[in-house]
């Protein structure tokens, strides 16, 4: 893989740093923390059995959170635990309710609300309102706290870190926009997360007809990604090898649940990030494929032999722990919560950006 040939490297340049600033802190010491967090609960949750919920902390320890899973015990419950666990002393910066989708936004509501409003932001982006939605309480829960954002927008999450809107209501990155009609899946807030050379982006159910266009605006600014957050719990709607061709990630994670009725993950999806077409042929032009997908859950479909499990009982929470250090020139994967199988995988030199060349 592309990241091989500079992991001795790496690692002698952060040993040297350690060496010369001995155990003064200095900006950059601390890290970036992502938490994919698994929302995809299948007892007694209906036909969606799925969901989608990110945290995010950064350096100077402000926090977001990208979509809350389903509400109560169908996917903000598991929100709820991973924040009892991670931030307990509650705070939270921004929220982010990528588009009208039950299993993404329903739970803001209900994290919100948590402990007399322990985890009410103060600032939730949306796409604005869309006929019937957002619903009531989730106008009254964060009345006067919400904006839509332009694309091109960055959010400064401190300690250098910058989440940039990277489509939002048919529009991209770039300026190109196309018209998203009333499905709520085109309206959606893609997010590219950057620290120094490390890139993670996440676009919640985005399709491909913004996808591929998003891809060759992330080229034309020199972006590869890192770690690419599959969007729509990894259905054959997104995730085009054209897409994967611009963007190369190193690593993708997907957020569904077992025993979903939707056919999540897709064996097409998991082909196309292991640089195969949909058939399973080697795709041409060619790219490299990923080196892991992280599945929040076991699963039924899609299936690899480059693939890790965060939760083997669906009925249980936890997350994907991306851990992000040194200026953002290294990251690993470490499971999080209880009862999820065991893994510490990295470090791994992200791809490219000050001060990582």
Partial sequence: MKWFCRVVLCGVCFLYSALCTGAEHREGDDPLDIYCINVGLSSGCGFLRQGDST??????????LIDGG?????????????LQRVIPSGGMDYMVATHWDVDHYEGLSTVATYNGGQYLPATIFDPGDMGDDPG?????????????????????????????????NGCILGG??????????NHCIGLLIRWG?????TCGDLPSEWEDPLGAAL???????????????????STSNAYLYKIQPEFGVISFGFGNNNGHPTQKVINHLNALTDAGGPYTPSY?????IYFTERSEYGQAANTQILQPNPDLGGSIHINIQGDGCQYRFVNEGPNTNSFNNGPYPSDEG???L
């Fill in 55 to 64: 945290l995010v902390v950064s350096p100077s320890g402000k926090t977001m």
């Fill in 70 to 82: 389903r509400g109560g015990s169908c996917g903000a419950q598991a929100v709820i635990d991973t």
């Fill in 136 to 168: 009531p309480t989730y106008k009254k829960v964060f009345i006067n706290r919400r904006e839509t954002p332009t694309v091109d927008r960055v959010i400064d999450l401190g300690g250098g870190v910058t989440a940039t809107v990277v489509t939002v």
């Fill in 176 to 185: 190109t926009c196309i018209d998203p009609g009333t499905d709520p899946n």
């Fill in 197 to 201: 050379g490390f890139d993670y982006i």
């Fill in 219 to 237: 080229v034309s600014v020199n972006r590869h990604v890192d770690v690419l957050h599959v969007s729509h719990h990894g259905a054959n709607t």
């Fill in 288 to 292: 490299p494929p990923v080196t892991t």
């Fill in 354 to 356: 000050e001060p990582c």
